[in-house]
């Protein structure tokens, strides 16, 4: 899940519950939800955490007493060690950790191997698998060369799973975790040990960011080539800006006069050497206030981002404003002279005069410039629903209205800076569907109000009225969240649309959960579900209907009633490996045989089914979906074959009054609709959104499908038909999911409606 941060913990004492955790395990919990926590009881006594290695995908309530603090490194450390007890023992012992977090490569250690101590050179550290699932880490391993004597005892040559992580001969080479491995310490006699050799500075590499000084003057470059003369090392650097102002040039500057990476300026420079080019009238700044979406012009182009902060800085007279910008181009995290004055992401803030600050273009030329593609946005009629303050409900849009107006290119909602995550999960809620409705009338706080209004009143009704929303109503939700303390990163970041709507749903409005899972007796509840498989599957290119029955049965869960929508989350993958190259989106969900509770049947006959067959349900003999369950008779005849009279059925909790009866075929079946689905197409989150009664009344949604202009520009988004074809098939068939945008196993939400 991109740009989501997570807080880590070791569980020191044995917690309460679950009674099979064992001190040792590592879990976590993200940063929104713990702020979510904090902001609800600031003195917490439990917290919902996620353990590794349980692919379970519950959360846990775990006593805040029985749980320490980790840093991700610690995390990652203590997570390459296998055992729990091994990784409490490590954990204790805080030296070993802090001297594991000091060591780097290139540095000379022992690691213990098979009982012997051998002696290499650290080649790499990092992890050597990928992390299936978001949150879980993989553990920092130590590559090692070893030399001398021990050459030749090692087990590899650098590569683990056909990937280099780096080079030595055959058998050079060790992969072990931070317990086996100590910095090797030279000494001339046992009783007097000499200090190990100091590690030499960081060399510039060429392409590393640096600051370097001409004539007390602080500018930036990127080196090009390092050289030696005359006994000096000169350092190449391609320029941002020169003595005279050009960009693009070259200059050579003495290795002393060079710093690695940009150090931050003061605001006399921080537009990078360049002043700063004024707004054009003061009329344009009298309306900005904090949040404002702004541009200021600087020497080396436009720059785009949010007013943070306004105020006075010292020695500074004029009324200066603290911008967080769209891209890594500032100079600070929101600290002017060791002082904060907001908080940003590093190089997001510039400090710049209010006066040269004015609205963001890229909305008030899409404004000016396209209103007659659009001849439903009048912003007068927006004015009269703001004065009048109305919070009536618009419908969702039927299929008449989808291809009256919603068809085409500005439709939609308008995607800005990385909102996609945003603006393919509402589409999908509120487009064409009411389900989530109640979300958006529900009694909230105070002061979370506004959130709600504006998710109503400026988003989902006019993209039912009109058919569009404008970037900057979804760039207002998003303000809303990040002020709400939700995190940093809200107005500038990719996030996950699960991360999206349990903030909304959960932490804003409290929504009741939509799911609740029942587990050995117990019920938790959820609003969405994340589909754990287990590594024995033999799926190759699944159905949604198989994926969620394989994660339910190696999870030993069920529904503990049926809900009135089901958001499920496709397996995850690393950045090197997929679980699915594709998944085939279930147009119905039989959740039958998923309910905890309600009479079932039987696979074989259609009769009450009492029992059901763990052992059997990955049998090829038997369909690939579908629990495995049997009334008497049938079980019997089935556990009478020689491969499968090892199995044990258990029975199942009937309701009293059916086997009396006996009733063969008046059973009803439990099934969910699909009418959305949240994928991603070219790096970034699309949607398809279920209109009409008919199993071909689909459109595509891309709230990012094209671009007028480049920095200045702004996005065009486009509602598509679905299929792509000629409309000659019948409308009963299966919808044409064309194969470049068939949802890959991976990231967002499918929803389903009963």
Not at 510 to 528: F, H
Not at 538 to 546: C, G, I, N, R, Y
Not at 677 to 682: D, F
Request: hydrophobic share 30%; with cysteine.
């Amino acid at each position: 899940m991109t740009s989501t941060e997570y807080h880590y913990y070791i569980i020191t004492k044995k917690p309460q519950f679950p009674e099979h955790i064992k001190p040792g395990r590592i879990c976590y919990i993200r940063e929104y939800c713990l702020s979510a926590e904090l902001k609800t009881s600031p003195t917490l006594k439990t917290l919902p955490v996620f353990l590794m290695g349980l692919n379970s995908p519950l959360d846990y309530r775990i006593e805040v007493s029985c749980m320490e603090k980790l840093s991700v490194q610690e995390a990652e450390l203590l997570q390459a060690l296998s055992e729990d007890t091994e990784r409490l023992k490590w954990f204790k012992q805080r030296d070993a950790l802090k001297t594991a977090l000091g060591l780097t490569v290139g540095t000379e250690v022992t690691v213990e191997e098979e009982g012997k101590k051998l002696r290499g050179t650290i080649r790499y550290i990092g992890h050597i698998t990928e992390p299936v699932y978001s949150g879980v880490l993989s553990g920092t391993l130590f590559g090692i060369e070893l030399q001398g004597a021990d050459r030749k005892k090692g087990h590899t040559d650098g590569t683990f799973g056909h990937k280099e992580f780096f080079s030595c001969d055959r058998k050079c080479g060790i992969f072990a975790p931070f317990s086996r491995v100590r910095p090797l310490v030279h000494s001339s006699s046992p009783s007097h040990p000499e200090p190990s050799p100091q590690p030499e500075p960081d060399e510039l590499t060429p392409g590393d960011r640096v600051t370097y000084f001409i004539n007390d003057t602080c500018r930036h470059g990127m080196v090009v080539d390092i050289q030696e003369k005359d006994g000096q090392h000169i350092v190449q650097i391609s320029t941002d800006r020169d003595e005279t102002g050009k960009t693009g040039g070259e200059v050579k500057v003495p290795l002393h006069m060079v710093a690695k990476g940009e150090v931050p300026a003061e605001p006399e420079s921080m537009d990078i050497d360049a002043p700063l080019v004024q707004g054009d009238t003061d009329d344009q700044c009298m309306s900005l206030s904090v949040n404002s979406v702004v541009e200021v012009t600087l020497g080396a182009g436009n720059l785009h981002g949010i007013i943070r902060w306004i105020g006075v800085l010292p020695n500074r007279k004029e009324t200066m404003v603290g911008l967080e910008l769209e891209e890594d181009k500032g100079v600070s995290d929101g600290t002017f002279k060791n002082e904060r004055y907001f908080e940003c992401p590093p190089k997001r803030a510039l400090f710049v005069k209010l006066s040269s600050c004015r609205p963001d273009s890229r909305f008030q030329s899409f404004s000016a410039n396209h209103t007659e593609t659009m001849p439903m946005l009048e912003d007068k009629e927006e004015e009269t629903e703001h004065s009048t303050g109305t919070l009536d409900p618009v419908l969702p849009l039927s299929t008449e209205q989808i291809h009256q107006f919603l068809i085409g290119r500005m439709k939609g909602i308008q995607g800005h800076c990385n909102s996609c995550y945003m603006d393919a999960a509402l589409f999908s809620l509120f487009s064409c569907s009411s389900v989530l409705d109640s979300m958006l009338f529900k009694s909230t706080a105070p002061q979370d109000a506004p959130i709600q209004k504006t998710l109503l009143h400026d988003i989902v009704n006019p993209l039912r009225s009109k058919g569009f929303v404008e970037g900057r109503h979804i760039m207002k939700l998003r303000q809303l969240l990040q002020k709400h303390g939700y995190s940093h990163s809200f107005t500038t970041d990719e996030k996950d649309p699960e991360e999206f709507l349990i903030v909304i749903m959960h932490h804003i409005l409290s929504l009741d959960p939509l799911l609740k899972l029942s587990a050995g007796g117990k019920v938790q509840e959820s609003y969405c579900y994340q589909i754990f498989l287990d590594q024995n599957h033999s799926l190759v290119l699944p159905t949604v209907q198989q994926l969620l029955e394989h994660s339910f049965h190696s999870a030993g869960l069920k529904l503990a009633e049926v809900p009135s929508c089901l958001i499920l989350q496709m397996p995850r993958f690393g950045k090197k490996f997929k679980m699915f190259d594709k998944i085939i989106p279930s147009l119905e969900l039989d959740i039958t045989d998923l309910l905890s509770e309600g009479p079932q049947q039987c696979m074989l006959c259609g009769k009450v089914a009492e029992q059901e067959c763990a052992d059997c349900f990955k049998d090829p003999v038997f369909s690939t979906t579908g629990f495995k369950l049997f009334c008497m008779l049938c079980s019997s005849k089935v556990h009478s074959h020689p491969q499968r009279r090892s199995h044990q059925p258990t029975r199942l909790d009937i309701p009293k009054g059916y086997l009396s009866h006996g009733i063969p075929h008046a059973l009803t079946r439990d099934k969910l609709e699909l009418f959305a689905v949240l994928c991603i197409e070219t790096s970034h989150y699309v949607s398809f959104v279920k209109h009409g009664p008919n199993s071909r009344d689909w459109i595509f949604f891309d709230s990012m499908a094209d671009r007028q202009g480049e920095r200045d520009g702004f996005n065009i988004p486009e509602v598509q038909a679905c299929p792509e074809g000629d409309g000659e098939t019948e409308p009963s068939e299966q919808p044409t999911f064309p194969p470049s945008r068939l949802p890959e196993s991976g990231r967002g939400p499918l929803p389903s409606s009963g």
